[in-house]
Nanobody, 122 residues
């Protein structure tokens, strides 16, 4: 059974930074494309970032390019999302997810974490 557990969310002022972590158990992360998504109240789940299985290529949603960085530590089986220059519009629940294909479509991800709340105050 693959389990994903996010941590690192919280309250931060606009312009600040946070680093989210996603600890994975049950399978090694190098066998999956790992993604981050977010969902604000009454909005659809939005793709944030993805890192590939082996080479570690990254891909970002337009709204976070240049501000967020996805990375992974294979030894710790953990994926990270470094978020800089945060804006109030970044406020959402952030989810970590795993898939076998290079996609940004939420329904094509097989495993999900429970989410962590990020709130950016103006």
């Amino acid at each position: 059974q693959v389990q994903l557990v996010e941590s690192g969310g919280g309250l931060v002022q606009a312009g600040g930074s946070l680093r989210l972590s996603c600890a994975v158990s049950g399978r090694t992360i190098s066998t999956y494309f790992m993604g981050w998504f977010r969902q604000a109240p009454e909005k659809e789940r939005e793709f944030v970032a993805r890192i590939s299985k082996v080479v570690g290529n990254t891909y970002y949603g337009d709204s976070v390019k240049g501000r967020f960085t996805i990375s992974r530590d294979d030894a710790k089986n953990t994926v990270y999302l470094q978020m800089n220059s945060l804006k109030p519009d970044d406020t959402a629940v952030y989810y970590c997810a795993a898939t076998q294909m290079p996609t940004t479509t939420p329904r094509l991800y097989d495993y999900w974490g429970q989410g962590t709340q990020v709130t950016v105050s103006s």
